[in-house]
């Protein structure tokens, strides 16, 4: 029979069991919580060591893991817009004036970059005239600007790497458009002067001399009809600079026929011209064309004079002679040679038009491949 020692002992070891086994489900059930959440038990706060004795191990702070640092995040961000991330390069800002040295509105300007490689690229600018910035590559840029009424600028721009840019600064000078138009006057071979100076259209052009600039406008010739008179007219259209006065000139070729004043505010400027005066300035010219030796050229295809403003006289296919070109009206004065031969090879050469007709001259040039890309 046992005793009642035993029985006490035998109930306090089966109660401790049962705590244990109480605690133990308790401990595992915070630990699948606390995995579950993916979390970490913060610790809790230790004390201050006394008086600058070390802390404890489990007190020090921690270096953070791998996992507690992204390093990625700031690539992220980098790339979270649009925004091409360019080359290394300078930064171009520029400024659009108009003549009196004042920003225009630039919101209806047009700025285009073209670069080194061929790139292109097109830039807006504000209401003060401002564009940019814009990144370039290292190498020489052309930088264009444009508006509405006003004449264009451009500039070459040397970009360096790791050297800043000046602000570039393009100027825009309001333009108005003038038009000068050409009238045939005089008897005429049939009465009609137009038919006389029509055969005239490919040789004549206009140049424009503009008061306080140093450089003149060229241009040849258009046609098109008068709807009140039904005449044909031949015109130039050039923009001139606002309240600044011109010379028109008229030339044959290379040579001065006549020329008109023009004023600051004009906009329309009609001349008249008689087709014999041109006619009688005309000679005949023959051309013998001949290698650097001396001896004449073979297989020529193609002879034509030209001059500035796009004027251009062609002797088409020699013929039978190829080593010769006739021209039967040609103007007298400086003109450039161009010569092309049946293989393609080509050369050209300055002369000069004697006054005198018949005119019969001999030319030495050299006929070579042409470069190709």
């Avoid at 360096?160 to 825009?172: A, G, I, K, S």
């Avoid at 090879?345 to 300055?350: N, Q, W």
Wanted: include cysteine; hydrophobic fraction near 40%.
């Amino acid at each position: 029979m046992a005793s009642p020692a035993g029985s006490a002992r035998r109930g306090a070891r089966g109660r401790a069991l049962v705590l244990a086994l109480v605690v133990c489900a308790l401990a595992l059930a915070a630990l699948v919580a606390i995995l579950s959440r993916g979390g970490v038990p913060a610790r809790p706060p230790t004390a201050a060591p006394h008086d600058g004795a070390p802390a404890p191990a489990e007190a020090r702070a921690e270096p953070p893991t791998t996992n507690d640092v992204d390093h990625g995040a700031g690539e992220r961000a980098a790339l979270a817009d649009d925004t091409p991330i360019a080359p290394a390069g300078p930064l171009l800002r520029g400024l659009l004036l108009g003549e009196d040295g004042v920003p225009i509105d630039g919101r209806t300007a047009r700025v285009t970059l073209r670069g080194p490689l061929g790139q292109w690229l097109e830039l807006g600018a504000d209401a003060q005239g401002r564009f940019g910035p814009q990144r370039l590559v290292a190498g020489t840029w052309s930088v264009s600007a444009s508006s509405s009424g006003r004449r264009g600028a451009s500039r070459e721009v040397e970009a360096r790497e790791d050297t800043p840019l000046d602000p570039l600064r393009l100027v825009l000078p309001r333009v108005r458009l003038l038009e000068v138009c050409l009238l045939a006057v005089g008897p005429g071979s049939d009465g009609n002067p137009n038919d006389d100076l029509e055969g005239f259209e490919r040789l004549l052009s206009l140049r424009l001399s503009v008061a306080g600039e140093a450089s003149a406008m060229q241009a040849g010739l258009s046609q098109h009809r008068n709807p009140s008179s039904g005449d044909r007219q031949w015109f130039a259209r050039f923009e001139v600079p606002q309240a600044r006065s011109a010379t028109a000139e008229l030339l044959l070729g290379g040579e001065f026929v006549l020329q008109w004043p023009i004023g600051p505010e004009q906009s329309e400027l009609v001349v008249s011209v008689d087709p014999r005066d041109l006619a009688a300035r005309l000679v005949e010219l023959e051309l013998a064309l001949v290698g650097a030796q001396g001896q004449p050229l073979a297989n020529v295809s193609h002879v034509l004079l030209t001059w500035a403003g796009g004027v251009h006289l062609s002797a088409g296919q020699p013929g039978p002679e190829p080593a010769r070109a006739h021209f039967e009206a040609c103007p007298p004065g400086p003109a450039r040679l161009r010569v092309v031969d049946v293989d393609g090879r080509r050369g050209e050469v300055d002369l000069f038009v004697p006054y005198a007709s018949p005119a019969r001259l001999e030319v030495a040039l050299e006929l070579v491949e042409p470069a190709r890309d």
